[in-house]
């Protein structure tokens, strides 16, 4: 019974937060709503992801927002830092050095990185890492998920074959809400 009013609880809030972010999607040219948009995503998208358990080294341990680039978003994905995600903290950390990607839970690339998305995906093959992106065609060529504008709105596509290759666990809610990319 504990597990269905988990579930339940699961639904109703990325509901609630698909309502949100559909009515506070639409971008008209200005660049600071646009990032606004994309950074309540990146957040959510840590609220509806499922890592395996392996790797986080408790269950308090922090989820680990690695971004990549310079100042992507305006540097605002540091707003972030200390929010609450599943019960975790989340840690940003800015442009750590390659080493260290595999120890991210999500690797946000910013748009001036695509000079870095092979290196990424040779690096990341198969780890549990979230990759995300404004790269133009970014799901397409190889990464997570991908944000984009669309008839004046954020929208997301997801490449469920590199997901999956990760090992990361997606939420049906949101999958409708994507465009899927295999």
Wanted: a positive charge; charged letters at 20%; glycine letters at 6%.
């Amino acid at each position: 019974m504990n597990l269905l009013h988990e579930a339940l609880g699961w639904k109703i809030a990325f509901i609630l937060t698909a309502v949100f972010l559909f009515q506070a999607t639409s971008v008209y040219a200005d660049s600071t709503a646009e990032h606004g948009v994309k950074i309540g995503f990146v957040y959510n998208f840590a609220k509806f992801i499922e890592w395996p358990s392996r790797v986080f080294a408790t269950v308090a341990a922090p989820l680990r927002l690695c971004v990549l680039g310079e100042a992507p978003l305006n540097g605002k994905l540091r707003l972030l830092s200390q929010r609450q995600a599943q019960g975790r903290s989340i840690d940003v950390t800015i442009n750590p050095p390659a080493r260290d990607w595999r120890s991210c839970h999500m690797l946000y690339l910013g748009a001036d990185e695509t000079s870095q998305l092979k290196a990424v995906q040779r690096i990341l093959d198969q780890a549990p890492v979230l990759t995300i992106s404004d790269i133009p065609n970014f799901a397409h060529q190889g990464g997570i998920i991908e944000l984009y504008i669309e008839n004046d709105r954020v929208q997301f596509a997801i490449n469920l074959t590199t997901a999956r290759r990760a090992g990361l666990k997606l939420n049906a809610q949101m999958l409708r809400m994507a465009k899927i990319v295999e």
